[in-house]
């Protein structure tokens, strides 16, 4: 979002930021301190509708939260994006144009061919003669076009190339979560919509997976080590996921997997392995050489048999890891039929 303030305006504003950064309990990195500001700037709508949703629900603005609001938010359509389509733009104009060109000469030189035909059989041999050179100087011309054109479509697909090297960047910057390198929920939205659409009447299973006490994790060794065991985790969860699947992180210390056309007792037994095997996880830190705690995660199983929202997903998700939780935790709950 672009301001617009004086300095003096700025400066309150920045003073505000800062104080509202304290309540949040946020440091004032960048990234926090763009929120910030646009927070009590209060223009930006969507952002602040969004914090104020996550605040009714008593959660806390973490630095998963904040990373993504100010990548959609913020950041919204960015400016590379903007330019990759302009390029591609450009390519498709510029091709076109030498398409047309290359049309209207064909065109021309048939046209002459055929009436070039009839002065060149004719018995005046210097009506012929002229009607051969200027077939000749015709042919030579659209020689040269056709060539300009290969040229033209030989620059455009090495230009093409480049642009798509460029496009899977911009993909994975819209698709996947930056830390853990997993799917977001904007994919896991589009995966939903597509999954259904090829088979309308298949079932989906959703494992959603939230790592326990992660908060000693973050307040005892700090963003740094959390940020490693976070994105480690999150490796170990995509291992039992295959092609077929989708891992998600869909919150701070928050997955899911969706896995199309597996029932929830198959989906259950899966659960238990990525369970199992998270608790076999053992983290040392690197500066000390200390043993970290052991990490266990609560999963639960839910079931999709039609095209449903995002957010109605997740609810679902994790009403059916609470029960894990309520259960004690380092375990796998199915959710409830309604
Ligand atoms: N390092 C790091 N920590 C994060 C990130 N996103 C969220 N967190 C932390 O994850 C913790 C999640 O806390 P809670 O939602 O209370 O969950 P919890 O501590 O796992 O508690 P239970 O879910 O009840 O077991 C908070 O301390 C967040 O600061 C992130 O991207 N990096």
Same mark, same amino acid.
């Given at each position: 979002?672009?301001?617009?303030?004086?300095?003096?305006?700025?400066?309150?504003?920045?003073?505000?930021?800062?104080?509202?950064?304290?309540?949040?309990?946020?440091?004032?990195?960048?990234?926090?301190?763009?929120?910030?500001?646009?927070?009590?700037?209060?223009?930006?709508?969507?952002?602040?509708?969004?914090?104020?949703?996550?605040?009714?629900?008593?959660?806390?603005?973490?630095?998963?939260?904040?990373?993504?609001?100010?990548?959609?938010?913020?950041?919204?359509?960015?400016?590379?994006?903007?330019?990759?389509?302009?390029?591609?733009?450009?390519?498709?104009?510029?091709?076109?144009?030498?398409?047309?060109?290359?049309?209207?000469?064909?065109?021309?030189?048939?046209?002459?061919?055929?009436?070039?035909?009839?002065?060149?059989?004719?018995?005046?041999?210097?009506?012929?003669?002229?009607?051969?050179?200027?077939?000749?100087?015709?042919?030579?011309?659209?020689?040269?076009?056709?060539?300009?054109?290969?040229?033209?479509?030989?620059?455009?697909?090495?230009?093409?190339?480049?642009?798509?090297?460029?496009?899977?960047?911009?993909?994975?910057?819209?698709?996947?979560?930056?830390?853990?390198?997993?799917?977001?929920?904007?994919?896991?939205?589009?995966?939903?919509?597509?999954?259904?659409?090829?088979?309308?009447?298949?079932?989906?299973?959703?494992?959603?997976?939230?790592?326990?006490?992660?908060?000693?994790?973050?307040?005892?060794?700090?963003?740094?080590?959390?940020?490693?065991?976070?994105?480690?985790?999150?490796?170990?969860?995509?291992?039992?996921?295959?092609?077929?699947?989708?891992? =998600?992180?869909?919150?701070?210390?928050?997955?899911?997997?969706?896995?199309?056309?597996?029932?929830?007792?198959?989906?259950?037994?899966?659960?238990?392995?990525?369970?199992?095997?998270?608790?076999?996880?053992?983290?040392?830190?690197?500066?000390?050489?200390?043993?970290?705690?052991?990490?266990?995660?609560?999963?639960?199983?839910?079931?999709?048999?039609?095209?449903?929202?995002?957010?109605? =997903?997740?609810?679902?998700?994790?009403?059916? =890891?609470?029960?894990?939780?309520?259960?004690?935790?380092?375990?796998?709950?199915?959710?409830?039929?309604?």
């Amino acid at each position: 979002m672009k301001h617009h303030d004086s300095i003096k305006q700025a400066n309150q504003k920045m003073n505000r930021a800062i104080a509202q950064l304290q309540q949040w309990q946020l440091p004032a990195t960048p990234v926090n301190y763009a929120v910030g500001y646009d927070y009590v700037d209060g223009k930006n709508a969507p952002l602040i509708a969004a914090i104020k949703r996550r605040l009714s629900r008593h959660k806390r603005l973490d630095a998963f939260f904040i990373e993504e609001s100010y990548r959609q938010y913020i950041l919204g359509q960015s400016k590379f994006r903007e330019e990759i389509v302009t390029d591609l733009d450009n390519i498709a104009a510029d091709l076109g144009q030498n398409c047309q060109r290359s049309c209207a000469s064909t065109s021309r030189f048939i046209g002459e061919l055929e009436s070039g035909v009839e002065a060149i059989t004719s018995a005046d041999q210097a009506k012929s003669a002229r009607a051969l050179q200027q077939l000749l100087k015709s042919a030579t011309a659209l020689k040269q076009q056709q060539r300009q054109l290969l040229k033209k479509l030989k620059k455009s697909q090495q230009q093409t190339a480049v642009l798509l090297d460029e496009l899977e960047e911009v993909r994975q910057e819209v698709y996947l979560d930056p830390l853990t390198g997993l799917f977001n929920t904007k994919a896991m939205a589009q995966h939903l919509e597509l999954w259904f659409k090829e088979i309308p009447d298949r079932k989906i299973a959703a494992i959603a997976i939230n790592i326990d006490h992660f908060f000693q994790y973050s307040d005892n060794f700090g963003p740094l080590i959390s940020d490693v065991i976070l994105s480690k985790i999150a490796t170990k969860i995509s291992s039992y996921v295959d092609k077929s699947g989708l891992p =998600v992180r869909s919150g701070g210390d928050e997955f899911v997997i969706l896995l199309p056309d597996i029932n929830s007792t198959a989906a259950k037994e899966i659960a238990e392995k990525i369970r199992q095997g998270i608790e076999k996880l053992r983290f040392i830190s690197s500066q000390t050489g200390t043993r970290l705690p052991k990490t266990t995660i609560s999963l639960g199983i839910s079931e999709m048999t039609a095209p449903e929202p995002v957010q109605q =997903v997740l609810m679902r998700s994790r009403k059916a =890891v609470t029960r894990a939780q309520k259960d004690g935790r380092n375990r796998v709950a199915t959710a409830q039929e309604n």
